[in-house]
């Protein structure tokens, strides 16, 4: 393969990630400029692993591999470095197209401590969540017929009115098991969150919207103003985010200062802000709450430390679960909560990344370069004819 | 006659290779941005025939958003042919596209001679 003139490896060279094109006999044909900056020189080492051979060999002889990554350890400068290589399970051109990246080492161990596996604290912690989320699946299919059943007993009695003083509680009772199904889901280090596209003013009116009853009891209304044309949109789950709105909105009602006989009602105003990279999300109350004992709250349940004090786990479950939950999920999607004073209004500020995330879009740049080997002599012929 | 023809990827990458291909295409000025807010004000300055909009991108607006704007815009709207390029290969993301008004929707990893037959048929050419 020619390099200058080559379209395919010109776009090869492009690509961020390191990549080697091998003979379907094992020796490298081409490799891009991130593969040869590396450590590890996988070049050189790669074709004399016998598990890289036989791969290589297995996708260029158009077998079909049911594993198309394999961990190899080579020798560097640095001692025994692990590789990733993952290979494009047909062949391009002719070519076998593998992705190098290196595999970070475990921390060293403390003295006195039992060395875990790579990967092994990952999977545990995945087990656990696992286990968790099965458990609080269990409770909530258990309760949910009894629920139900009350619900229906309440809202249908004929006599006086449908039985608010019953109805209630049930229904909180059920959105407290949401929000602690919902917190089981954003424990532990490797929780996926999904690329929904939602539209922040969007979903704040919706939260709104399903808050006006409390609202309306506690005399509350809800403001929502700043600008809101050319918002862009967040990605993640929608779920969690309409979670985190909820729990900040439901606190903002519940702990506004109660409006004087005859005075105006209060407001708890939101407002929406672009700034950069990022969106804002303010929700200001004159509430009872000051910003110290918000960011208290919102502090623990998922750092390491002494157990709650006593005034803390007297505390609400909006307040106890709701808060940290809320830090947890916005800290998930790459942003942050923080809590100020101003001149004795309370803001919480819900701070997102706007746009998609960041992508790492390794295995489509290598299947996208496939497809565009697999065109490239059409396209050849077509320039030809329109010449 | 010159077809104007703007890409919008926040992937230098495909980018680079949505170039190589356009290559192909006769009488072609290809423009290049990043990210969706400098393609909105790159698309109103120099107002292309059409334009290669990645939808996900990050730190702005996103590519169902620009297609808006400029289906929206007097000039733009009818005479700038818009194809919303995604890796999102949902029915409802597609929905999504033809909401925002764009003329073609090429799922990501796309063919060349697919988005070369695209291009020609949206700027009323024949191969």
Not at chain 2, 61 to 66: A, N, S, W
């Amino acid at each position: 393969m020619p390099t200058a003139s080559n379209p395919l490896l010109v776009l090869l060279d492009l690509v961020p990630s390191p990549l080697l094109l091998f003979n379907p006999d094992g020796r490298v044909a081409f490799s891009n400029r991130a593969a040869q900056g590396m450590r590890a020189r996988p070049v050189l080492s790669l074709p004399g692993d016998p598990n890289v051979r036989e791969l290589v060999r297995a996708i260029g002889g158009g077998k079909i591999v049911m594993q198309t990554d394999i961990e190899v350890q080579v020798n560097s400068d640095e001692g025994i470095e692990t590789l990733r290589c993952d290979c494009a399970p047909k062949p391009i051109a002719g070519l076998v197209a593998m992705a190098v990246t290196e595999v970070a080492a475990p921390p060293p161990a403390a003295a006195g401590t039992d060395a875990v596996p790579v990967g092994a604290a990952d999977e545990e912690n995945r087990r656990e969540r696992l286990s968790l989320q099965q458990i609080m699946a269990l409770i909530k299919a258990d309760l949910a017929e009894p629920i139900g059943a009350v619900l229906d007993a309440a809202q249908t009695q004929p006599f006086p009115a449908p039985d608010a003083g019953l109805s209630g509680p049930v229904l909180t009772l059920r959105e407290r098991l949401d929000r602690l199904s919902d917190l089981i889901d954003v424990f532990g280090e490797d929780v996926l969150i999904g690329e929904e596209r939602m539209l922040l003013p969007e979903l704040a009116r919706s939260v709104c919207q399903e808050l006006t009853p409390l609202a309306q009891a506690q005399g509350v209304s809800f403001i929502i103003d700043g600008e809101q044309a050319d918002l862009p949109p967040v990605y993640g789950s929608r779920r969690l985010i309409r979670r985190a709105l909820r729990e900040c909105l439901h606190n903002a009602v519940e702990h506004v200062h109660p409006a004087g006989p005859g005075g105006p009602p209060q407001a708890v105003k939101i407002g929406f802000h672009a700034a950069g990279t990022h969106l804002l999300l303010s929700v200001r109350n004159l509430g009872v709450l000051t910003a110290p004992t918000l960011t208290r709250y919102a502090n623990g349940l998922f750092q390491a430390g002494p157990a709650a004090d006593q005034d803390t786990a007297r505390a609400p479950a909006a307040l106890r679960i709701g808060l940290p939950l809320t830090r947890r999920i916005l800290q998930l999607h790459g942003g942050r909560l923080k809590v100020e004073d101003d001149a004795g209004e309370l803001h919480v500020m819900l701070e997102l990344p706007a746009g998609a995330p960041l992508r790492n879009t390794h295995h489509l740049d290598l299947l996208q370069a496939q497809i565009y080997a697999e065109d490239l002599s059409k396209l050849m012929a077509r320039s030809r004819r329109t010449a | 006659m010159t077809a104007r023809i703007l890409i919008v990827d926040d992937q230098p990458d495909i980018r680079k290779l949505i170039r190589l291909t356009l290559q192909h295409l006769e009488d072609a000025e290809v423009h290049e941005a990043d990210n969706g807010s400098d393609g909105w004000r790159l698309a109103q300055d120099i107002k292309p025939d059409l334009m290669l909009l990645d939808v996900m991108m990050p730190g702005g607006l996103d590519g169902y958003q620009v297609c808006e704007k400029v289906k929206q815009h007097p000039e733009l709207g009818a005479n700038t042919k818009v194809i919303l390029l995604t890796a999102r290969a949902q029915q409802e993301d597609q929905e999504q596209g033809r909401r925002a008004g764009s003329d073609a929707y090429l799922t990501k990893a796309f063919s060349p001679l697919k988005l070369l037959d695209l291009v020609d048929d949206l700027l009323g050419r024949t191969v």
